[in-house]
C-alpha cells in the first residue's frame, strides 16, 4: 500500500530564504512521485513530477526536488522564496501504471516579508 | 485555467439529504476522479472512470456513487448526508496513463 509522510504541517521562511519541503513515501516499489500546490479557495496545479530517469526535477515556479531512492524521500527545494509562494503544498504518490493518487497530509506554506 | 469544469462551487445542504456534483473533463481527457478534501481525512481518492467504466475505487463510501457518461462527464452522488461529509470535493482528468492530472477547482459541499 502507498502511503505519503509530509513532515511539518506549518513552514514559515522569510523572503528571499531556502524554502524546504520534506516528503518521504513507504511503497514496495519506487512509485512515480508528484508536488502539487494550492493556492486559496483553488484546485491543485502540478508542480513537478518524477516518473523515471534523472532523479533531480526541476519544476514550475522555480521548484525543485530530488528523489532519493535509499531515503524514499522527495523532497521540494526552492533556491529563495518569493512572497507568492505562500500556499499548500502537497506531495503525492502514484503506482506506475495507474493514475491515481495518494496525497499527503499537505504543508502550509508562509513566506515573511 | 485547467480545463477541468466543476459545478456547483458551493453547496449547502441538510442532512440526509442526497446531491449531485458535477465534473466535465478537459477535451479530450478520457480519464475522471473524484477526491475528497476534508480537515480530518485530508486529500483522499474516492473513485475513478475511463472512458464511462469503473477503474478503480478509493476510500468512497457506500452512501457515494459516481458514473461517467457518454460525453465522458461524470457525476458524483452523495447521499444520506452527514455532517461529516462537508468538505470540498476535486475532480481531475488525465489523458492517459501516469500522464499530468489536471484538478477542476472543486466543490465546496457544507451539509448542516
Known amino acids: 500500500a502507498q502511503s505519503v509522510t509530509q513532515l511539518g504541517s506549518h513552514v514559515s521562511v522569510s523572503e528571499g530564504a531556502l524554502v524546504l519541503l520534506r516528503c518521504n513515501y513507504s511503497?514496495?516499489?519506487?512509485?512515480?512521485l508528484f508536488w502539487y500546490v494550492q493556492y486559496p479557495n483553488q484546485g491543485l496545479q502540478l508542480l513537478l513530477k518524477?516518473?523515471?530517469?534523472?532523479?533531480l526535477v526541476k519544476g514550475i515556479n522555480g521548484f525543485e526536488a530530488e528523489f532519493k531512492k535509499s531515503e524514499t524521500s522527495f523532497h521540494l527545494t526552492k533556491p529563495s522564496a518569493h512572497m507568492s509562494d505562500a500556499a499548500e503544498y502537497f506531495c503525492?504518490?502514484?503506482?506506475?501504471?495507474?493514475?491515481?493518487?495518494?496525497f499527503g497530509t499537505g504543508t502550509r506554506l508562509t513566506v515573511i516579508p | 485555467d485547467s480545463g477541468v469544469t466543476q459545478t456547483p462551487k458551493h453547496l449547502i445542504t441538510a442532512t440526509g439529504q442526497r446531491v449531485t456534483l458535477r465534473c466535465s473533463p478537459r477535451?479530450?481527457?478520457?480519464?475522471v476522479y473524484w477526491y475528497q478534501q476534508s480537515l480530518d481525512q485530508g486529500l483522499q481518492f474516492l473513485i475513478q472512470?475511463?472512458?464511462?467504466?469503473?477503474?478503480a475505487k478509493g476510500n468512497i463510501l457506500e452512501r457515494f456513487s459516481a458514473q461517467q457518461f457518454p460525453d465522458l462527464h461524470s457525476e458524483l452522488n452523495l447521499s444520506s448526508l452527514e455532517l461529516g461529509d462537508s468538505a470540498l470535493y476535486f475532480c481531475?482528468?488525465?489523458?492517459?496513463?501516469?500522464?499530468?492530472?489536471?484538478f477542476g477547482q472543486g466543490t465546496r459541499l457544507t451539509v448542516v
Open positions: 481531475a482528468s488525465t489523458q492517459g496513463v501516469n500522464t499530468e492530472a489536471f
Open positions: 477535451s479530450g481527457d478520457l480519464s
Open positions: 503525492a504518490v502514484s503506482e506506475r501504471g495507474a493514475n491515481n493518487l495518494f
Open positions: 518524477y516518473t523515471t530517469g534523472a532523479t
Open positions: 472512470y475511463y472512458n464511462g467504466e469503473e477503474r
Open positions: 511503497s514496495s516499489v519506487p512509485p512515480y
